[in-house]
């Protein structure tokens, strides 16, 4: 049996067009998915009390601690979808709160003994970022920072970007961007 696919909803508005995208994206994938939403507090961010407390857990070995619940679960996944719309420049804060949580040694990722680099203990090889925004975006550093990380502590090699922008733009055809970006998506 397949895992399910892990959906990241870091989207807070019922009408959400960059859900909607990610929901068509999902349908298009097929198979069940998984949803972690972001918006309910799935991931708080980390602060001091939380740090330490994270840091006695690892020190005790005990990574099946309710903490790292996240990180187990990205970890497991074999395909990742995250919807992130394009805040100032980036994304919500919610979806670097849960980079946070799901950025754990021992359980995504490691470091070589020999040269210090992190090793990734991920399965997932593949990750979408679907993006909307209502201008325009000539360069998604949301996108950007998530293949940094996918790379360099996940392994995640094939991350991808399916993104309509331009939407609240004045005499923009809302309907005609998103389907431009749909029939440029490729599986």
């Not at 998984?34 to 799935?42: C, K, N, P, Q, Y």
């Not at 995504?108 to 990734?120: K, L, M, N, R």
């Not at 979408?128 to 949301?142: E, H």
Request: proline letters at 6%.
């Amino acid at each position: 049996m397949t895992a399910p696919i892990l959906h990241v909803d870091s989207t807070v508005r019922p009408e959400s067009r960059t859900a909607a995208l990610a929901r068509w994206l999902l349908g298009r994938i097929g198979g069940s998915v998984e949803t972690v939403r972001l918006a309910e507090g799935a991931a708080a961010p980390l602060d001091g009390s939380a740090l330490r407390r994270r840091e006695a857990l690892l020190a005790e070995g005990r990574l099946d601690a309710p903490e790292f619940a996240l990180a187990r679960q990205f970890a497991a996944a074999e395909r990742i979808v995250v919807s992130a719309p394009y805040w100032d420049l980036l994304f919500p804060a919610s979806l670097r709160a849960y980079f946070e949580r799901v950025c754990v040694v021992g359980i995504t990722f490691a470091y070589d003994p020999t040269t210090g680099a992190p090793v990734s203990l991920c399965r997932a090889r593949s990750l979408v970022y679907v993006c909307t925004a209502g201008g325009p975006v000539p360069r998604n550093l949301g996108f950007e920072y998530v293949r940094e990380l996918c790379s360099a502590f996940f392994g995640i090699q094939d991350v991808r970007l399916l993104q309509a922008d331009g939407l609240d733009l004045p005499g923009a055809d809302v309907d005609a961007l998103l389907a431009r970006a749909k029939a440029m998506w490729t599986p």
